[in-house]
């Protein structure tokens, strides 16, 4: 898979030959990649923006539907013309920084075929697409609560709601995160068989998804507590002579519960022919450990070892998520990948992508006080021009660097629609001296004392330790429960269903941000 390179051309120079030749707007993600959460049914074209509704009107015609929504095929017109799809957000706003950064559609773009660009651009904007890449969740199963997950994504945070009902006093965009236990994301069959998303998946798969897609990434939650993924796995040991040049490829937390699940996963690796890992961090140590609530930074270094040396990986990516409290500690981490890099090889050892999250928005690093975001700023570049160092990174990794410290240096808010900075104060103080309570944790022990300093003058409202502890925060929510693409009256799709409340999706009506819509 992936363009020919021409000799010497840099991503801005693809930008110009090819990305430009279609429009100024044109991602080719909207087109051959897809994002689809089976349990529940969404999908988006990329991680970046929330995931929108498959109607089941649309599924029962069609079951690549799946990808081939009413609502993208209006963003890939769109695209064709030069528009900028709001939900794309992310990318125009690295872009308009400046200093000529390149977005992650241009990433997106460039693992396609020069002929692939070209025939996304000259198609009828309604056509069904065959994917290239696709990720796919089978549900939210999950042992990790991440600080900036939630209850959609992790099973583990729903059970924190169950125990201690929701965070209190959240003002932001963070407040539709941590209210509730996201009923809308759970599977809406209790059984895989009688999913219809999954079923449509795979009369997609053995009708030609199999074929034609060059990766597959499995996501979650965690997809090895998945029966669906281990399906995928015997698949490719029962089907020897398909899916031969297929990418492979699971997310993976790497910290199982039992050893005999890694044994398992390296196991079937061996019959796969183009295994891939993707696992994620972005902290090191007792840092990590914090805002990945769940993980053993040494444990997971373990087994990320194990998977170097005794599985059959052909590659493995890191995956940084980008936030205010990684920065700490984030040098480190990087130090920690290159000694993987020194022991097991440059092409074999964890690749590193950086990720800037953007919700919620008061866990974002453009939140930060100018004093800080300068001293990381700082502190990062100093790391990144150290003699010898660029010699081992790798050049999409050197650039995504360079946009981080672009982003401390220039970007003042998250997204566009950011609250006040008094409110993503507030925000930042008051879940996670929460956070602490329900957690056993401790912010003060856990990060340096210019983090400490900020998070200890900051004034804000929690509930206390006593009232946490004893369960008598209630739990009072303006979210419905209801998913909207199994109500009984979502009868019309997205172009006649009018919904007040957007619950964890992207609002295709208006192409405006997604998540919680409160009256």
């Known amino acids: 898979m992936g363009r020919k390179y021409w000799e010497g051309e840099t991503f801005q120079l693809f930008k110009e030959r090819m990305i430009d030749s279609v429009s100024e707007s044109f991602c080719a993600a909207k087109w051959y990649n897809a994002t689809i959460w089976l349990g529940h049914g969404q999908t988006a074209s990329c991680h970046h923006p929330p995931g929108h509704w498959i109607p089941l009107d649309e599924l029962k015609e ?75 969740a089978f549900d939210r199963a999950c042992n990790f609560k991440c600080s900036y997950c939630n209850p959609a994504f992790s099973s583990a945070w729903v059970k924190d709601i169950n125990t201690y009902g929701a965070y209190q006093n959240i003002q932001s965009d963070g407040r539709g995160h941590f209210v509730d236990t996201a009923e809308w994301a759970k599977p809406i069959a209790d059984k895989e068989d009688n999913n219809p ?8 798969w053995e009708s030609s998804l199999s074929d034609n897609l060059e990766e597959i990434r499995i996501t979650g939650g965690e997809p090895i507590m998945h029966t669906g993924t281990w399906k995928l796995f015997d698949w490719f040991e029962k089907n020897p002579t398909r899916g031969r040049n297929m990418r492979f490829a699971i997310n993976s937390n790497l910290n199982p519960e039992t050893n005999k699940v890694l044994d398992k996963m390296i196991e079937k690796s061996w019959h796969i022919p183009h295994f891939e890992i993707y696992t994620s961090a972005e902290a090191h140590g007792k840092g990590q450990e914090y805002i990945r609530d769940g993980m053993d930074y040494e444990f997971w270094k373990s087994n990320l070892h194990r998977i170097m040396r005794e599985s059959n990986v052909k590659k493995t990516n890191m995956m940084m998520t980008i936030n205010s409290l990684c920065l700490d500690t984030i040098t480190d981490f990087m130090d920690d990948m290159l000694e993987f890099r020194k022991e097991y090889g440059r092409e074999r050892a964890p690749v590193m992508s950086l990720n800037i999250l953007r919700f919620p928005s008061f866990q974002s690093a453009a939140i930060l006080p100018e004093h800080i975001k300068t001293h990381f700023k700082n502190k990062i570049e100093v790391w990144f021009n150290q003699d010898g160092l660029q010699q081992q990174l790798h050049d999409g990794e050197k650039a995504q660097i360079q946009r981080l410290i672009d982003y401390l240096d220039v970007v ?19 879940f996670f001296a929460q956070y602490d309570i329900r957690r056993g944790k401790s912010f003060r022990d856990s990060f340096s004392p210019i983090f400490v300093e900020w998070f200890d003058s900051i004034e804000a409202d929690s509930p206390s330790a006593e009232d946490i502890l004893s369960k008598r925060i209630v739990l009072n929510s303006t979210i419905s429960d209801h998913d909207p693409a199994t109500m009984d009256e979502y009868e019309g799709g997205d172009d006649a269903h009018e919904q007040k409340k957007t619950v964890g999706g992207w609002d295709t009506e208006t192409d405006s941000l997604g998540g919680v819509v409160v009256e």
């Open 197 to 204: 998303y999954i079923q449509a998946f795979w009369k997609w």
């Open 412 to 430: 003042k808010t998250p997204h566009r629609n950011t609250a006040e900075t008094p409110k993503l104060y507030n925000d930042f103080k008051t």
């Open 62 to 136: 069609n079951f690549t539907a799946i990808h081939n929504t009413k609502h993208k095929k209006k963003m890939r017109k769109m695209m064709q013309e030069g528009d900028r799809p709001a939900e794309c957000e992310y990318c125009w706003k690295v872009e308009d920084m400046g200093r000529n950064n390149i977005s992650d559609r241009v990433y997106k773009t460039e693992i396609f075929t020069d002929e692939d660009i070209i025939a996304a651009g000259d198609m009828p904007w309604d056509a069904d697409v065959e994917l290239r890449t696709l990720e796919i």
